[in-house]
């Protein structure tokens, strides 16, 4: 059921990145009655109501926002607490099994708009790289189709309390330390990516690379 009466919606996915088939995904799964389309660079953002700015990582210009009513990204974090980067990872990596997400309004500060929805996303803490990412993209799909199909029942409301940031991980993040148990180091081995990022450790100045795979 459509109750938002949007017509014009836009999807950004700037790089090729987990989230594109969740992107195209999204766009498949809206009314036909409404213009949807899939964009991969901000500049070319048409004129419109609505843009959902998955898998982003750059700060768009203000210049760009204004081109859309609603501006819209997916967090996995309870905001104002865990801005940034990679949420998903450092909680994983902390031992979250429960993550918060939340459906904001993008801004030019980052993280920091209104929030209008917010869901759980539960972990057993078997999952690996892949099957976390894929319920990451499952939860970004509900709640980008709840704020259209409910959108004039919805009120956003303003982030309270102190904030905190996530850093960027980089390829360094995914080193084993060769002096601990796997066991103590199995959620950071949940989070590399095989492909991307993968698990590595160095011994006697020789670097080995590890893949780590779910025997099903």
Not at 25 to 37: F, N, T
């Amino acid at each position: 059921m459509n109750n938002s009466n949007f017509k014009t919606i836009s999807v950004l996915v700037d790089n090729d990145s987990w989230i594109l088939p969740y992107a195209k995904e999204l766009i498949s799964a809206l009314p036909k009655s409404y213009q949807c389309q899939l964009i991969r660079k901000a500049d070319d953002i048409p004129q419109g109501e609505v843009c959902f700015f998955l898998g982003c990582t750059q700060i768009v210009d203000d210049d760009i926002l204004m081109r859309n009513a609603y501006n819209l990204v997916i967090h996995e974090s309870m905001l104002p607490q865990g801005k940034g980067f990679a949420p998903m990872s450092w909680q994983i990596l902390a031992g979250q099994h429960s993550i918060p997400v939340c459906l904001l309004e993008a801004t030019s500060k980052v993280d920091s708009g209104k929030i209008w929805l917010t869901d759980i996303l539960e972990l057993n803490g078997s999952e690996l790289h892949d099957d976390w990412r894929a319920k990451q993209g499952e939860i970004t799909l509900k709640l980008a189709k709840e704020f259209i199909n409910s959108f004039q029942q919805l009120t956003p409301k303003s982030q309270k309390g102190e904030s905190s940031f996530y850093p960027k991980r980089t390829i360094k993040d995914s080193e084993l330390d060769i002096n601990k148990s796997l066991n103590e180091q199995f959620d950071l081995l949940r989070i590399v990516s095989n492909s991307d990022y993968p698990a590595f450790f160095i011994k006697n100045g020789v670097k080995y690379t590890l893949r780590i795979d779910k025997d099903d």
